[in-house]
Nanobody, 123 residues
């Protein structure tokens, strides 16, 4: 049974930073892509960042490029999302996801989800 547990969310002022973590269990972590998505109130869930199994390839939404960095530590079965220069429009529930296989760019690539962690950016 796959379990994804996010941590690291919270309240931060605009311009600040946060690091989200996602601890995974249940499948061989190093085999699968990992991703981060977010959902703001009244909006659809959107792709934020994805990373392939080895960490050698990444993808980002245009809205976070240059500010967010996705990474993974396969020895610790953990994925991370480093968020810098946060803006009020980044406020959302952030979800960690694990891929079905190698793909990491699209919502359809992911089949396993965490419970989400709230990120609130004040102006």
């Amino acid at each position: 049974q796959v379990q994804l547990v996010e941590s690291g969310g919270g309240l931060v002022q605009a311009g600040g930073s946060l690091r989200l973590s996602c601890a995974a269990s249940g499948r061989t972590f190093s085999t699968y892509a990992m991703g981060w998505f977010r959902q703001a109130p009244g909006k659809e869930r959107e792709f934020v960042a994805g990373i392939n199994w080895s960490g050698g390839r990444t993808a980002y939404a245009d809205s976070v490029k240059g500010r967010f960095t996705i990474s993974r530590d396969n020895a610790k079965n953990t994925a991370y999302l480093h968020m810098n220069s946060l803006k009020p429009e980044d406020t959302a529930v952030y979800y960690c996801a694990q891929g079905y296989g190698a793909g990491y760019n699209y919502l359809r690539d992911y089949g396993y989800w965490g419970q989400g962690t709230q990120v609130t950016v004040s102006s």
